[in-house]
Each structure stands twice: as C-alpha cells, then as structure tokens.
C-alpha cells in the first residue's frame, strides 16, 4: 500500500515536471503607435486603471508574475488573454474606424459598470485592480466621453 503511495506521489511530480516543456508562447509584444496609451492623449488615473486592471488581458503586452510561467497555471492564464484579445485588444486602437471604437467604450463602460472585468479570478490575485466605486465611475465617465468625442469627430 505504501509503496502504491509512494509511486503515485512519484508519478505526479514527473507528470509536473513533463508538463513544464509545453508552455505557451508568452504575450510580449511590441508597443507601437496604435497602442492606446501611446496613440490617446489619456488622463493619468485612466491610463494607470487600464494599465492595472485590462492591459495584460486586452493588449499584446502581459505582466507576467513567476507562477503565471508554471504549468498548468501558464495555461489558464493564456486562455484568458487569448480570449480577451480576441474581443478587445487596446494595442490596436489606433487602427480603428470610429465605429469600433465607439463600439468598443461602450462595450468597456458595461462590462465595468456590470462589474464583469477585470475577471474576478485576476482581481484575487491582482490586488491593484480591484476597482473600487469611484475608480469605476471615472472609467465609466471617461469611455462615454471619449464615446462622444469620437463620435462629433472632435
Ligand atoms: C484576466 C484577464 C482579463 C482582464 C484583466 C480583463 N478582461 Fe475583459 N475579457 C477577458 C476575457 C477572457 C473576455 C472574453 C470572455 C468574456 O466576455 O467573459 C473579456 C471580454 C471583455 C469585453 C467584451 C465583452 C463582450 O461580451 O462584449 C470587454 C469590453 C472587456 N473584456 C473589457 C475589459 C476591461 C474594460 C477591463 C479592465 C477594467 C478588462 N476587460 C479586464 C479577460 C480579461
């Protein structure tokens, strides 16, 4: 029985160590001029809100803490970022027509007023994006005014 024990404890410290060399391919890329916080002159309370609590999810660029490198951990991680590029991905900003980006702050001014992202999962661990009823109002206030001005073209 002991010995059973001791070569299932065995097994799942080699199953660990073999799932280590399939890592996906790490989100870090270049911030060019279409990035929101390059191409948009942003007041300095909405670019550290997006900064901490959607650019690892929304952008090409991930901060990545040591244990979001350790499998199976990485994979979930990448699945949130693959998933959340694919509906919103803030490095391309500045390569939207009006529309997308109309579309996209009103889209960003509901998840956040809903209270749906950040991801509760990456609030757990991500202290500094837990927003608070203020913070959520200023980024409300700030995607429907933006909303606007893109809108009238201004
Ligand atoms: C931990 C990763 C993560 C973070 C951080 C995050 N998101 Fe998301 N976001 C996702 C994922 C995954 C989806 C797609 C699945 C879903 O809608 O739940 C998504 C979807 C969205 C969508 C599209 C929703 C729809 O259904 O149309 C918007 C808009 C959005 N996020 C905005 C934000 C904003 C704004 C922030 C910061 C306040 C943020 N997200 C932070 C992962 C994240």
């Known amino acids: 029985m002991r010995r059973i024990f001791q070569l299932l404890i065995l097994l799942f410290i080699l199953a660990l160590?073999?799932?280590q060399f399939?890592?996906?391919?790490?989100?870090k890329g270049e911030i060019d001029s279409n990035h929101i916080l390059?191409?948009?002159?942003?007041?300095?309370?909405?670019?550290?809100?997006?900064?901490?609590?959607?650019l690892d999810c929304h952008s090409n660029q991930t901060n990545y803490?040591?244990?979001?490198q350790v499998a199976p951990v990485s994979w979930?991680?990448?699945?949130?970022?693959?998933?959340?590029?694919?509906?919103?991905?803030?490095?391309?900003?500045g390569s939207w027509d009006p529309i997308d980006k109309i579309t996209a702050l009103d889209?960003?001014?509901?998840?956040?007023?809903k209270g749906k992202m950040p991801l509760q999962s990456y609030v757990l661990i991500h202290r500094k994006a837990k927003l608070s009823e203020e913070q959520k109002a200023s980024l409300t206030a700030w995607a429907e005014s933006?909303?606007?001005?893109?809108?009238?073209?201004e």
Do not use: R
């Open 76 to 93: 979930f991680i990448n699945g949130h970022i693959t998933e959340g590029k694919s509906e919103l991905n803030l490095s391309d900003w």
């Open 17 to 19: 160590v073999v799932i």
């Open 65 to 68: 803490l040591w244990y979001h």
């Open 107 to 113: 889209d960003m001014a509901t998840e956040v007023k």
């Open 38 to 54: 390059k191409s948009e002159q942003l007041p300095e309370e909405i670019s550290s809100l997006l900064s901490n609590a959607c």
């Open 146 to 153: 933006l909303s606007e001005k893109v809108l009238t073209g």
């Open 22 to 27: 399939f890592q996906p391919e790490k989100n």
